[in-house]
């Protein structure tokens, strides 16, 4: 019974560079959130994802980020040329049903590190 | 805005003791709350929830509160473990996407 799953757990990059981070949700579930967490702070919320479609990026910033979730395969959260002040945790939740009443469940995070 | 705070940066405890952490909210019509832990280098992991029409709720050593009139939240965990030490944020949806708006979180230390 897989969680679910991010991958890398840490990923170290060069300012400029592009950073690709991947989530696979829980089985059977077909929404992923995606948050950002800075040191000592909480959650904030970036993007909504159903299969193939975005349904909410109110929290993604204007440029450089971008997001996906296809048809086959896990979402992608890319980040383009890289700038330290992108360095931090990157956490995706999944759950099955939409609606605000479903509880989301989280990966284990991706740690950028932004050099 | 919408904004979800609480009230302690830190709680520190004795084995045993109990354990209430304290969250205010802002948005009247929020109507699903979360209480996560968050170790150190993982994810939020649940604990327990509450929905709008809720006072109450129990689950096994947690009980979360919901005053709607003051839009206050908490957490209470009995016998206190050090196991339990770790972050503790709430969390309310937003909208009907499903959003969760965290607070900043509270740490909560257990000392044997």
């Known amino acids: 019974n897989a969680g679910v799953m991010q991958n890398p757990r840490h990923l170290v990059r060069r300012r400029g560079q592009e950073a690709r981070l991947r989530c696979s949700p829980m089985?059977?579930?077909?929404?992923v959130y995606w948050y950002r967490q800075l040191p000592e702070e909480g959650l904030k919320f970036m993007v909504y994802?159903?299969?193939?479609?975005?349904?909410?990026e109110s929290g993604m910033p204007k440029e450089r980020f971008s997001a996906e979730f296809p048809k086959e395969g896990p979402s992608i959260l890319r980040i383009q040329q890289v700038v330290r002040g992108d360095s931090a945790a990157y956490f995706c939740a999944s759950c099955g049903l939409a609606g605000s009443q479903e509880t989301q469940y989280f990966g284990p995070g991706t740690r950028l590190l932004v050099l | 805005g919408e904004s979800v705070g609480l009230h302690l940066p830190t709680l520190s405890v004795q084995e045993g003791d109990n354990s209430i952490i304290n969250c205010a909210y802002s948005?009247?019509?929020?109507?699903?709350f979360i209480w996560y832990k968050q170790e150190s280098g993982k994810g939020p992991q649940f604990i327990i929830d509450?929905?709008?029409?809720?006072d109450k709720r129990q689950g096994q050593r947690v009980t979360v509160l919901l005053n709607k009139t003051v839009k206050h939240l908490s957490l209470q965990i009995a016998a206190t473990q050090p196991g339990d030490s770790a972050v503790y944020f709430c969390?309310?949806?937003?909208?009907?996407?499903?959003?969760?708006?965290f607070g900043q979180g509270t740490t909560l230390q257990v000392k044997p």
């Open positions: 994802l159903q299969k193939e479609n975005i349904i909410d």
């Open positions: 509450i929905r709008s029409n809720m």
């Open positions: 948005n009247s019509a929020s109507d699903y």
């Open positions: 089985k059977g579930h077909s929404h």
């Open positions: 969390a309310e949806t937003s909208g009907n996407t499903g959003k969760l708006i």
